[in-house]
């Protein structure tokens, strides 16, 4: 079936980068983009960006422009996400999300990998 | 960038038919497609493109949309619909960046 799974909890200082990696199977890596979304605590999602794990080629969201970085290594059907400079208010679950698109341009997130809670204190 | 709008809290009593909406300018030109999130757990697709559900997915759960307001409707509520639900859509601004609705915390009564 298919499945992403996550890298595991991290704490992090202020200022340091953190990179989460999610691992796909079950499907063809390249056929999909991935898209990560993180979630502050008791707070809503928010689009993060996303990877061509075909081209490698990016989209970020404006806010993260500078701070975001997304890789992947099709080898082992893995996409990254790395974050840097973080704050505080970077303390939050991310996710990564294989989205499909149809012939006239809608877009759906499926699956969801499992989340991973990254922890900015000081 | 586009935002999409939700009310955060909704209220249904059990087995009843409650409407969860959201509205945005990017719904004038891409269906919306609808996840749930229950505690703890990462968001589950219920609804995508004009009207389908994943395997999975029970038929008391639909979507339809009119103009810039996409609808998730759940038919018959069970308690284990109690969730936050969001729903998501491409940015119709010509940037390709997606947006999330602020979520809708769904209390079954």
């Known amino acids: 079936q298919v499945q992403l799974v996550q890298s595991g909890a991290e704490v992090k200082k202020p200022g340091a980068s953190v990179k989460v990696s999610c691992k796909a199977s079950g499907y063809t890596f390249t056929g999909y983009y991935m898209h990560w979304v993180r979630q502050a605590p008791g707070q809503g999602l928010e689009w993060m960006g996303r990877i061509n794990p075909n081209s490698g080629g990016t989209n970020y969201a404006q806010k993260f422009q500078g701070r975001v970085t997304m890789t992947r290594d099709t080898s082992i059907s893995t996409a990254y996400m790395e974050l840097s400079r973080l704050r505080s208010d970077d303390t939050a679950v991310y996710y990564c999300?294989?989205?499909?698109?149809?012939?006239?341009?809608?877009?759906?997130?499926?699956?969801w990998g499992q989340g991973t809670l990254v922890t900015v204190s000081s | 960038s586009s935002e999409l709008t939700q009310d955060p809290a909704v209220s249904v009593a059990l087995g009843q038919t409650v409407r969860i909406t959201c509205q945005g300018d990017s719904l004038r030109s891409y269906y919306a497609s609808w996840y749930q999130q229950k505690p703890g757990q990462a968001p589950v697709l219920v609804i995508y493109?004009?009207?389908n559900r994943p395997s999975g997915i029970p038929d008391r759960f639909s979507g339809s949309s009119s103009g810039n307001t996409a609808s998730l409707t759940i038919t018959g509520a069970q308690a284990e619909d109690e969730a936050d639900y969001y729903c998501n859509s491409r940015d119709s601004s010509g940037n390709h960046s997606w947006v999330f609705g602020g979520g809708t915390k769904l209390t079954v009564l």
């Open positions: 999300a294989r989205v499909t698109s149809n012939y006239v341009g809608d877009n759906w997130f499926d699956p």
């Open positions: 493109g004009k009207n």
